[in-house]
């Protein structure tokens, strides 16, 4: 008889806790009242938003095709400099300082220097020379080369190289 009331009471103790534990939800049900209030005051402010700003809302367009058009304009006129580059053969970036010299004016070929076994890719504005056993791209010009003047070298012009 002892164990089955000491049953019931823990069975009890069980219910209530449970019971209690449930009817304390910190704050579900307000929850979605609060996100419901909350949804239908954004609607109301939105809505006053816009339309207290039509004026906006026409000039938008208007800007929008405003920018359309100048986008297709400025798509055209760069495929025109492109193009007008690569026929007269011009390399619209910016290279280092040595490679506008006399010597290298106008020229479209790869600048190879002998003596350092090295090449200046003026499409890729870097240079590419051996660095244990393997070809190596860089941006700046390689340490070995610094310092030295670049114009009084000893250069050949090459084209067509698969680098």
Request: overall charge positive; cysteine-free.
């Amino acid at each position: 008889m002892k164990k089955l009331v000491i049953g019931i009471a823990a069975l009890a103790f069980i219910l209530g806790t449970g019971l209690e534990a449930n009817a304390q939800r910190r704050g579900e049900g307000h929850q979605g009242k609060h996100k419901k209030e909350y949804a239908k005051q954004y609607r109301k402010q939105d809505k006053a938003f816009h339309k207290h700003d039509r004026y906006d809302r026409s000039s938008q367009k208007y800007y929008e095709k405003r920018d359309r058009a100048y986008h297709k304009y400025y798509e055209k006129r760069d495929r025109e400099y492109r193009k007008y580059a690569k026929q007269k053969r011009h390399h619209y970036r910016d290279h280092d300082a040595w490679y506008y010299g006399k010597r290298f004016h106008h020229r479209s070929e790869y600048v190879y220097f002998p003596a350092y076994r090295t090449y200046y890719d003026p499409y890729r504005r870097g240079y590419v020379y051996r660095s244990h056993n393997a070809w190596v791209f860089a941006p700046t010009m390689p340490s070995f080369m610094v310092g030295l003047n670049v114009g009084a070298l000893n250069v050949q012009f090459m084209a067509n190289l698969p680098l």
